[in-house]
């Protein structure tokens, strides 16, 4: 059967149709376009703030709790510390006075044993020659058995005939002139001084020098 020829009429209707199409094909096309960047707009709108970011205000509050913690902690160790070194100064005052009162607890009890001591040494010194040697022995043994005991608990005598004048355990009873002597040297001791394990108990009663005029 013979193909019936086209009419101008048919022509139009086909070009008409083909314009259709197209139309129809860009349409679906920037449908598609204006799809995709919509999706792509809402995935970055949607998006989640990384976790630790500053716009997170539970993160910043835990933040804070922990810096706050932190500077608790570091005063508590400050204070621990300087309880412990208080403590510690403490324990050392105690032991010191312990020491001091066991060192100058028999102060009191050599003091008012000096005189005794002076005593013997004076009667030793103004014996006659008339006396018995057994006299004198005794005197003297008594004596040494005193200085003894004393020195056994941390007593030592000052005899600084001789030496320069001492103000912190010497005690000038007078000043003579003397050219053969240094100004302010004791030429005589008039009474012995004593010191109780450094500390002096009674000082040195002396005669010191001058400069002869």
């Known amino acids: ?116 001591v002076d005593s013997l040494e004076k009667a030793l010194e103004t014996m006659q020659e008339g006396a018995s040697e057994v006299h004198r022995e005794g005197v003297s043994m008594t004596l040494k058995m005193q200085l003894d005991v004393l020195n056994k608990f941390g007593v030592e005598s000052i005899e600084p005939h001789g030496e320069p004048f001492d103000p912190q355990v010497h005690e000038a009873m007078t000043m003579v002139p003397n050219p053969d002597l240094e100004p302010n040297t004791v030429m005589e001791v008039m009474q012995k001084g004593y010191l109780l394990n450094g500390r002096l108990v009674r000082p040195a009663m002396v005669v010191v020098s001058q400069k002869a005029s």
Do not use: C, H, Y
């Open 1 to 116: 059967m013979a193909k019936e020829p086209q009419t101008p009429l048919d022509d139009e209707l086909a070009r008409q149709e083909q314009e259709a199409d197209g139309a129809e094909q860009a349409a679906e096309q920037a449908a598609e376009e204006r799809l995709a960047e919509g999706e792509l707009e809402g995935l970055i709108n949607d998006e989640e703030p990384l976790e630790g970011s500053v716009d997170n205000p539970e993160a910043e509050v835990l933040a804070e709790k922990v810096e706050e913690l932190e500077q608790s902690l570091a005063e508590a160790k400050d204070q621990a510390l300087r309880a412990a070194a208080e403590a510690q100064n403490v324990r050392r005052r105690a032991e010191q006075d312990a020491e001091k009162a066991r060192k100058f607890a028999l102060e009191k009890f050599v003091k008012e044993l000096l005189p005794v």
